[in-house]
């Protein structure tokens, strides 16, 4: 006999939870693959191979600036594919952005160089570059979305969880990859080892649009469907309220996304840069947080379950913002050792903490009619006004301050404030009803 879960008013079988936690794993690992493998070749190789005739310091920003542009086409496409997983379900979304994010991936691994057709080949990797954006502005979401519309109310924040621990998998798999490249005569790496992550990222995108061409609608999205069609035929039904709730998950994201920049981005510069010390300190660090994170994503997930997802990220954003003062005083040591507990505790307890709860909880503050479009959109548009531009904030603050480092701990206790003060705004919403129509805010 085949174990069961209730979900609503719908029954799920154990079997299709696993396929759905799977899945979404495979998408966010896809994703965040993805935008490693082209972030590292933007900055090892792209600007060589697609940009010779430049300056080197201008090829290095054409580079980086065609990485740029794949976070330009993710709010477009959180709300292109949002609608369209409010209307048409979950799943058809899902289906499309793997395969547009594995196929455009793919691709690039394929392109020709300046050196066979000039400008066409940058013009090309442009192109990718925004549809493998687009793709990925509604991957994220739209796996939390499912993940979440599966689980038991009662065990829904640990089980959306599963869904960030992809973060890390893309990550680790991504640099994994590019060490053992680096590895490889420069010749080689210069003209064929840089495709070869590119091109084996189809396998994943194969296994996944497997995965979710055989997985089943999420049942909150059916149940809501056919609550919709009986109460148009009867002119009733409940008014969505808009607003509150959007506002209020766009600050919980900028809590974690703000810090997440600061911590994995900029402060891995500040270590070689302004504190002098050897790059491999603060990479190592960061490697060793993601693999801690694989243990505190589903604790983060499992307490929000227990003392409630408020209380959790209250938690969590209020940690981070009484540490920013003693990370900084752990960093300016200069000892190998503080530094990377600085770097580890700050991604490992509170980003990822955050990322995990915001898992269920900003997927709880919606109504099902328009849950989809509304989580792609708060968790793109905090990520561009905080995490997008924290780095070049940071960066502005430490030239103008003169290398002082209390106004970059003032930016991350800022970040963190945001989250925080939502905390006492937001609503509890451990175990709501995904069907409800209404904002829980």
């Known amino acids: 006999m085949t174990a069961a879960i209730q979900v609503g008013h719908t029954t799920r079988s154990v079997k299709d939870l696993t396929k759905a936690a799977v899945s979404g794993w495979l998408g966010t690992a896809m994703e965040y693959m993805d935008f490693q493998l082209f972030s590292l070749a933007a900055a090892i190789i792209f600007n060589k191979i697609f940009f010779p005739t430049f300056d080197p310091a201008v090829g290095l920003l054409a580079s980086f600036l065609t990485y740029a542009v794949g976070f330009l086409a993710r709010p477009l496409g959180a709300w292109f594919f949002g609608r369209m997983g409010d209307r048409l379900g979950r799943k058809k979304v899902l289906v499309i952005t793997i395969s547009l994010m594995g196929c455009s991936t793919m691709l690039i691994g ?93 396998l994943i995108t194969i296994y996944a649009l497997w995965m979710r061409r055989n997985l089943k609608e999420s049942p909150v999205f059916e149940e809501a469907k056919q609550h919709a069609a009986v109460h148009a035929k009867a002119g009733t039904g409940v008014k969505a309220r808009k607003g509150k709730a959007f ?106 903490g955050m990322f995990s709860v915001q898992s269920a909880y900003v997927n709880e503050l919606f109504g099902s009619r328009n849950r989809y479009t509304q989580v792609a959109l708060a968790k793109e548009i905090g990520g561009v006004v905080s995490g997008g531009v ?45 069907t409800l129509v209404e904002d829980a805010a």
């Open 110 to 202: 394929l392109l020709p160089t300046y050196a066979q057709i000039g400008f066409l080949a940058p013009a090309l990797l442009v192109a990718l570059r925004l549809v493998q954006g687009f793709g990925a502005g509604a991957e994220l979401s739209g796996a939390s979305v499912m993940l979440a519309e599966y689980a038991p109310p009662a065990k829904r924040g640990l089980v959306a969880s599963f869904v960030c621990l992809g973060t890390n998998s893309g990550t680790l798999l991504a640099s994994g990859m590019w060490v053992l490249l680096t590895m490889l005569p420069e010749d080689a790496l210069f003209s064929w080892g840089w495709r070869i992550p590119f091109i084996l990222s189809i």
């Open 247 to 352: 506002l209020l998950a766009v600050c919980l994201r900028i809590g974690e996304s703000g810090n997440s920049a600061l911590i994995q981005t900029f402060l891995v510069g500040y270590v070689v840069s302004a504190l002098k010390m050897d790059k491999g300190v603060g990479t190592m660090a960061l490697l060793i947080g993601s693999i801690i994170g694989f243990a505190t994503v589903p604790l983060a997930g499992w307490l929000s379950d227990k003392i409630g997802r408020r209380t959790m990220y209250r938690a969590l954003s209020g940690f981070q913002l009484v540490f920013a003062i003693p990370a900084f005083l752990m960093l300016n040591s200069k000892d190998p050792l503080l530094v990377s507990l600085a770097l580890i505790i700050g991604l490992s307890v509170s980003v990822l």
């Open 390 to 434: 924290a780095p070049l904030i940071a960066g502005g603050l430490l030239v103008a301050f003169t290398n002082s480092w209390w106004p970059i701990a003032a930016l991350m206790m800022f970040y963190s404030a945001i989250a925080f003060v939502a905390t006492f705004f937001a609503p509890e919403t451990k175990g709501r009803d995904l």
